[in-house]
């Protein structure tokens, strides 16, 4: 069975850092694309950053982009989403998710992934 457990998440203050990890069992995420996710309440759910199974390619938010970094320990089999500059507007529930042919051109899109993990809360205070 597949599954997907992230924590790492937490209260912080607006300029501060968190970084979010993403533990993966009953595969690998060599034959994966993956992605990290968002949802703030009354939003939809909404691309953070993402590697694609096209030859790992990252893509990021622009809301995202030169302040969230997507890296992967394959040793671990752990994805890591590190914060930083962080924005009251950042606070939702992030999500990690894979799935074995996801596109760099469709990996923001969450329907493309099958497999979810359920969540960690980041609330970004002003």
């Known amino acids: 069975e597949e599954m997907l457990v992230e924590s790492g998440g937490g209260l912080v203050q607006a300029g501060g850092s968190l970084r979010l990890s993403c533990a993966a069992s009953?595969?690998?995420?060599?034959?994966?694309?993956v992605g990290w996710f968002r949802q703030a309440p009354g939003k939809e759910r909404e691309g953070v950053s993402c590697?694609?199974?096209?030859?790992?390619?990252?893509v990021y938010a622009d809301s995202t982009k030169g302040r969230f970094t997507i890296s992967i320990d394959r040793a671990k089999n752990t994805v890591y989403l590190q914060m930083t500059s962080l924005e009251p507007e950042d606070t939702a529930v992030y999500y990690c998710?894979?799935?074995?042919?996801?596109?760099?051109?469709?990996?923001?899109?969450?329907?493309?992934?099958?497999?979810w993990g359920q969540g960690t809360q980041v609330t970004v205070s002003s």
């Open positions: 009953g595969f690998t995420f060599d034959d994966y694309a």
């Open positions: 998710a894979a799935d074995r042919l996801v596109l760099s051109d469709d990996c923001q899109e969450a329907d493309f992934f099958g497999s």
């Open positions: 590697i694609s199974s096209d030859n790992g390619r990252i």
